[in-house]
């Protein structure tokens, strides 16, 4: 009867449009009211305490790094040396669309960045040579989500957050799902144009290799100082953070004093959205612990789940219909913890199963009602949401394939660590 | 209402310059200790706690800046559950409900924040006191449902856009 009055409480908070900040803080008071012998008190020490946490340094400057790089001009560089490098493919505009979407997400580790940092640039373009407006918005729709899963990921880090796996394992284990998700599209790219016109390679591919170089550094400076294990994932931000404002600044000379201010601003109404949730849901995750809730849920459902098969395919299911109505950070921070006993009963790598969880969400955006890149695309493309709806099946069967794989092959994901 | 509108821009024009600090602080220290390491071999032993304070600080009053810019995360699923035509009010009712969460939650922090002022704790790694930094926590949750009470009140300055999904 409790949980059900608290189920209605808290239904009835989202009816009357309330955040999820103050959802959670009236989940915890409740918590606290039921079982906590009504210790107030200790949700604000746990609050403290998860915000005192080094691990956490590295995604206001991930973000701010994602802001810095799309407020220039570097996403159009790379994505004019991707355009000249794919020419001679069939609809390379299109393949090169869906690889600036990937090298970029690898840059600004945010979905909605990318498909708008690539989408402005390849969008007008692809339209321009004669690409089908269905084809051109799903792709970028489909190929911006690709910023959830190519390291480095906020929706990785939130996830190593609550569930005290490694971070940097699991921008190494994002790789190979992020190359399969990214070949996936391609392939399907290449096929849908493959009557599209070709042609050779010419000098313009140097010039915009030139032109983009230090565009192309950032990527290379992420990924190549975390896989070496030369940054840890918080340094690889704060030297991305640099890098870009000397790219911006002072190489590229696209931004000056009040333009990165402005940015930093932008940035700061970002996080003052998603840390006071991860604080208290770090709160909630602490509270359910220690009155063993986890325990209790792997206890049942582990003799109501027949074998790893039948935990994947339900818990794929709860994924794919949370995903849909529900912000993927809310949904790590509130499932990850919850899941990962589970999955650890079933003998699943924690990596792989954060991984697979990620991929699966990564589907909500892209699934009405909540699909953020869906009303992302119908903004920036002055597009119907209904269209935008259809436009993207094709690439959802081709994600739901990549999720398939990803989840029934543990070494896609573990290979590297 | 003037008096109002003037002390939410005033509130918001801290909290900006507040957080672009705080930014500069946590790139900045962090920066360099990555670049000493880099030279030198060795880097400033206190440098990730003064990062982890300086997150602190730009995260919660952030938050200020979110209730500001409606960039709140918050689960639209349920938008459209009621008559379109009790909105207003029901709105209204939303901000108040978030006022009084927040100034509940703002006592129970100031009540902690006590608690570690009495015990004279300390960071151990930069030995400063941790109530100062830690006041941070009550006061954003006061300035937090003073704001939601002020859009209650006069709902003409509550944001345009009242919410995003990041």
């Known amino acids: 009867m409790t949980f059900f009055l608290l189920f209605v409480l808290l239904v009835g908070l989202l009816v009357l449009r309330q955040p999820m900040v103050v959802v959670l803080l009236v989940a915890l008071m409740a918590c606290y009211f039921f079982w906590g012998e009504g210790q107030y008190r200790f ?57 600036a979407c990937a090298v970029f997400a690898a840059m600004s580790g945010s979905s909605t960045v990318t498909l708008l940092a690539v989408g402005g640039v390849m ?34 880090i939130l996830y190593g957050v609550m569930t005290q796996v490694s971070i940097v394992d699991l921008f190494i284990a994002g790789l190979g799902p992020a190359l399969l998700l990214t070949l996936l599209m391609s392939a399907y790219v290449i096929w849908r144009c493959r009557d599209m016109p070709t042609r050779r390679w010419s000098s313009e591919l140097g010039r915009s290799f030139r032109a983009s170089i230090w565009a192309l550094g950032t990527p290379a400076l ?34 000056g004093f009040s333009h990165v201010v402005e940015v930093a601003q932008d940035t700061s109404r970002l996080i003052g959205g998603l840390f006071p949730v991860l604080m208290l849901a770090v709160c909630l995750n602490l509270f359910l612990t220690l009155q063993q809730l986890p325990a209790e849920i792997v206890a049942s459902l582990a003799s109501w789940l027949e074998g790893p098969v039948s935990f994947l395919f339900a818990t794929n299911i709860l994924l794919l219909l949370v995903g849909s109505v529900v912000d993927i950070g809310s949904a790590i921070l509130i499932l990850a913890p919850l899941l990962n006993p589970l999955a650890a009963n079933f003998d699943m790598h924690p990596v792989h199963f954060g991984i697979m969880m990620i991929v699966n969400l990564e589907i909500g955006y892209l699934t009405p009602p909540m699909g953020l890149n869906l009303i992302v695309a119908m903004g920036a493309f002055r597009i119907g949401f209904w269209d935008v709806c259809k436009a993207v099946i094709p690439f959802v069967v ?20 | 209402m003037i008096a109002a509108r003037r002390l939410l821009a005033l509130l918001t024009r801290l909290e900006n310059v507040f957080c672009l600090s705080g930014f500069t602080v946590l790139v900045l220290v962090l920066f360099v200790d990555v670049g000493m390491r880099w030279l030198f071999g060795g880097g400033i032993p ?121």
């Open chain 1, 43 to 99: 949700i604000a020490l746990d609050a403290w305490n998860a915000l005192n946490k080094e691990v956490l340094l590295s995604i206001p400057l991930y973000l701010l790094a994602g802001n810095l790089m799309a407020a220039g001009s570097m996403a159009r560089r790379i994505t004019n040396f991707l355009q000249e490098l794919s020419c001679f493919v069939p609809g390379g505009l299109a393949l090169a669309a869906v690889l």
């Open chain 1, 123 to 156: 969008y007008p373009a692809l339209m321009e040579a004669g690409y089908s407006r269905s084809l051109v918005v799903g792709l970028l729709c489909a190929a911006g989500t690709l910023g959830i899963i190519v390291p480095p990921s906020i929706p990785l």
């Open chain 1, 222 to 255: 992420i990924m190549g100082g975390i896989y070496s294990g030369y940054f840890t994932a918080t340094e690889a931000a704060v030297v991305a953070v640099a890098y870009t404002l000397l790219v911006q600044v002072f190489v590229y000379r696209e931004m």
């Open chain 1, 398 to 417: 081709i994600l739901l394939t990549g999720l398939f794989l990803v989840a029934a092959v543990p070494s896609i994901s573990t290979f590297l660590i």
């Open chain 2, 46 to 166: 206190w440098s990730h706690q003064v990062g982890i304070y300086a997150n602190a600080a730009l995260a919660l009053v952030a938050m200020g800046l979110a209730s500001s810019g409606g960039t709140h995360l918050r689960p639209r699923f349920a938008d459209n559950w009621l008559p379109q035509k009790y909105h207003p009010q029901l709105e209204t009712l939303g901000e108040l409900i978030s006022a009084t969460v927040f100034f509940v939650f703002a006592v129970f922090a100031l009540q902690m924040v006590l608690e570690t002022h009495a015990l004279g704790e300390r960071s151990t790694v930069t030995l400063t006191l941790v109530w100062p930094i830690q006041l941070l926590l009550p006061s954003v949750f006061f300035v937090a449902a003073l704001r939601h009470l002020l859009f209650a009140v006069f709902p003409v300055l509550r944001p345009t856009k009242n919410e995003q999904e990041a």
